[in-house]
């Protein structure tokens, strides 16, 4: 079982970056897919973007033109760089590797307990 631990959160005035990091316990070269998601208070968690191991990306409505998602396999880590915030991206950002085959059928299932997660508070 990989822990995954996030990092990177904090407190951003709107129009600003931050950058997240997602460190894993083990190796994520052979996982194909790393996401991030976010949970905004009282919301369901939701998908923001997914890379695989190939280096493709994908980006849900929320994070299009503004996020950027990659990953470093020999530092099993996975970033999201985060531009121009606005008070809706206010959430705790979480990470976390998705099952492939269902991934390519349109389905996001997590494979891992989450982690902490990471507040991110954008204010006015």
């Known amino acids: 079982q990989v822990r995954l631990l996030e990092s990177g959160g904090g407190l951003v005035q709107a129009g600003g970056s931050l950058s997240l990091s997602c460190t894993a316990s083990?190796?994520?070269?052979?996982?194909?897919?790393m996401a991030w998601y976010r949970q905004a208070p009282g919301k369901q968690r939701d998908l923001v973007a997914s890379?695989?191991?190939?280096?493709?990306?994908r980006y849900w409505d929320s994070a299009k033109g503004r996020f950027s998602i990659s990953r470093d396999n020999t530092k099993n880590t996975v970033y999201l760089q985060m531009n121009s915030l606005n008070l809706e991206d206010t959430a705790v950002y979480y990470c976390?590797?998705?099952?492939?085959?269902?991934?390519?059928?349109?389905?996001?299932?997590?494979?891992?307990?989450w982690g902490p997660g990471t507040e991110v508070t954008v204010t006015s």
């Open positions: 083990g190796s994520i070269s052979n996982i194909i897919v």
């Open positions: 976390n590797a998705l099952r492939a085959n269902a991934y390519y059928s349109g389905a996001y299932q997590p494979l891992y307990d």
């Open positions: 890379v695989t191991r190939a280096g493709e990306t």
